[in-house]
């Protein structure tokens, strides 16, 4: 690697990843560096192939591609209990709504699949899922039920109209007790056998953002009115119930997660997760 070859950092473009992004400069890393803002599709899709050498993804991407990623440590988007923004909606109640057709989003593998686990292990229904842009409207006319995610799921609570809406994040803690973690920070393996330092240099970068901006969330809050809407007493209440941290609690919820996916099928093998730190693995305990 010669030392003008730039860094590629992957950003979630939804608005629950932004305590960890808020005022980041790749400029003062003192290397090459770009960020890439997009959708969690094509951010998974750029940590499984090398083109992104660290950042965000999908915690079910993760899992697709735990052989070539390593997971960072202290950095996730998790929820003990309710997280917001992604959301069921139905026509009445959900243990009595009919779910014969659930639309769902193609923005996030791990949403759709903790639906999947959920309707099989907590609710025993078997819906069949169609994809479709993200319009509330235009999913429940053709749907008994639709799930969407991030800011999407967020301005549609917002209106609701007249459905009823189920947090996915407050379901799994239901049904089983644990967090939930919807992404992960990670690197890839390559990148951090060629490039330790300056991966090293992100991972800090990050951590201190994250420390900075959940000490004082004026910053992000302002961003996010400014950017989707709403009032600043709902970002202050959204983002103080998403937890950023990546420790046994989190990692004990997220191995249940891709436990249940095995299960279903939805992974085709069990997910070993390793963590990276300054050039260093450790095993999860599972």
């Known amino acids: 690697m010669t030392g003008q070859e730039t860094t590629v950092i992957g950003k979630i473009s939804y608005t629950n990843s932004w305590p960890v992004y808020h005022g980041f400069d790749c400029a003062s890393l003192g290397f090459p560096a770009r960020m890439l803002s997009e959708v969690p599709s094509e951010l998974n899709r750029g940590m499984q192939e090398g083109t992104i050498h660290i950042g965000a993804l999908s915690s079910f991407a993760y899992a697709e591609a735990s052989d070539r990623l390593l997971l960072l440590p202290d950095l ?10 992604i959301l ?26 903790l639906l999947k686990i959920l309707m099989h292990y907590a609710l025993g229904r078997s819906p069949a899922y169609r994809t ?11 749907a008994d039920a639709c799930l969407l995610i991030g800011d999407h799921a967020i301005r549609a609570d917002w209106d609701r109209s ?41 991972s800090d970068a990050f951590r201190t953002s994250k420390r900075r901006n959940l000490e004082d969330l004026s910053g992000v809050v ?34 249940l997660y891709f436990r249940y996916a095995h299960e279903l099928g ?14 260093l693995l450790t095993r999860v305990k599972e």
Not at 176 to 200: H, I, K, N, Q
Not at 269 to 276: A, C, G, P, Y
Request: proline residues 4%; glycine residues 8%.
């Open 162 to 202: 007249g459905f009823t809406v189920t947090d996915l994040g407050q379901l799994w803690k239901d049904f089983t007790g644990c967090s939930m973690t919807f992404a992960v920070w990670a690197v890839s393996r390559s990148a951090a056998a060629s490039r330790p330092e300056r991966l090293a240099a992100v």
């Open 76 to 85: 996730s988007v998790s929820a003990e209990g309710p997280v917001g923004s």
């Open 266 to 279: 939805l992974l085709p093998k069990r997910v070993k997760m390793e963590l990276w730190r300054d050039n």
């Open 222 to 255: 302002q961003a996010a009115c400014a950017a989707v809407g709403g009032v600043a007493d709902y970002w202050y209440s959204y983002f103080r119930h998403l937890c950023y941290d990546f420790g046994e609690r989190q990692q004990e919820g997220l191995n």
């Open 132 to 142: 479709a842009e993200p319009d509330l409207t235009a999913m429940m006319a053709s």
């Open 88 to 113: 069921l909606f139905t026509r009445g109640p959900l243990e009595s709504a009919p779910l014969n057709t659930v639309a769902v989003t193609r923005t996030s593998a791990t949403s759709v699949n």
